[in-house]
């Protein structure tokens, strides 16, 4: 199943890592406003990302695209704002065609760009790397870019035959290393190892590959780099990677990070290998207020000993608690409604 086709209330990790985007956005609020650029993403049928963008920051321009001709008709429905163009589009043919899509669209006079290429097909990685590369090269200082790949290890293993005798965990680590490699090529960090085919470290080989184009495309010899400011690894089904970072003088990085206050954002990175773990489980509306309201104020143990179970949709209460410290401010409710 596509990432376009699946059910947006069936993924509260989604939903969180898309809140958790709008809420660094307005932290670069505070070095550059946003209001006036220009914001194009897949956004699938129901447009999420593309009703925040405008509700939060009063962008605009935007655009939303997808191969798929229904789901862009969808999209035409779904527009939270006239000025939403949705158009039939390849990601590669949005980057290349960039300059002459915003001129089409009328927002020539954007004053930078947001661009959010969220990837789903794992066999397709090394050309999304790639993508990216040729994405950095087309934008200029203060243009923010955030990727989302899959970072499921199982997606990188072969088939099994029928009946054959269920390979042994080394050896299915090294096939799953030999397709990662095969499929990113020179991207690939030299320390990589088939030891690295966990999800951690998957996640951080993956990362670092998308550094690698970075330097390529904007290279320590130029005036321009480009900065991660959040990488969050989270999983609803599959693990998935976002990276959100930011087109920036070299010269004005540490003002940036300064200014927006950076360090003090709880799903802020301090490098490529900085990812954060997002542990999102579904929780009853009661369970949520519960948490949310002892959270800051009383312990782990406390909360456990008075809620009076130990694991929640799979997850242990304990493990969780920590991330949901960080991120209960932007945990979705979801609720039925009939109207």
Request: proline share 6%; with cysteine; glycine share 6%.
């Amino acid at each position: 199943m596509s990432g376009a086709s699946i059910p947006y209330h069936l993924r509260p990790h989604k939903a969180v890592d898309r809140r958790l985007f709008l809420d660094l956005l307005n932290r670069i609020e505070r070095w550059s406003p946003l209001k006036d650029f220009v914001y194009a993403s897949m956004g699938a049928y129901p447009l999420e990302d593309h009703k925040l963008v405008h509700r939060l920051l009063g962008v605009t321009r935007l655009i939303a695209f997808d191969m798929d001709d229904e789901v862009v008709l969808r999209q035409n429905f779904n527009r939270p704002v006239e000025t939403c163009r949705c158009m039939t589009k390849k990601s590669t043919d949005l980057i290349s065609d960039f300059d002459n899509i915003l001129s089409e669209c009328g927002f020539a006079d954007a004053n930078g760009a947001i661009i959010w290429l969220d990837y789903t097909n794992p066999r397709q990685l090394g050309h999304q790397i790639r993508e990216f590369e040729s994405l950095l090269n087309k934008l200029a200082p203060g243009d923010i870019v955030r990727v989302t790949v899959n970072a499921h290890a199982n997606d990188f293993s072969d088939p099994q035959a029928p009946g054959a005798k269920p390979p042994l965990a080394s050896e299915k680590m090294q096939t799953q290393f030999n397709n990662l490699k095969s499929r990113i090529g020179e991207f690939l960090p030299s320390s990589a190892s088939p030891n690295d085919m966990t999800p951690e470290g998957l996640a951080r080989t993956i990362s670092l590959s998308f550094a690698g184009a970075a330097l390529k495309a904007l290279p320590v010899s130029g005036k321009n780099e480009f900065c991660p400011l959040s990488i969050i690894r989270y999983a609803d089904g599959e693990q998935m990677l976002s990276i959100t970072g930011i087109i920036i003088a070299r010269e004005k990085r540490q003002q940036l990070l300064e200014n927006i206050d950076l360090a003090s954002w709880p799903f802020s990175s301090n490098g490529w290998e900085d990812i954060h773990r997002l542990v999102v489980p579904a929780l009853t509306l009661r369970e949520r207020l519960f948490f949310e309201r002892g959270i800051v104020s009383k312990t782990h143990q406390e909360m456990i000993s008075e809620v009076g179970f130990k694991s929640a949709a799979g997850v242990a209460v304990e493990e969780f608690l920590d991330s949901y410290k960080k991120y209960y401010r932007f945990y979705p409710t979801l609720m039925a409604a009939e109207i």
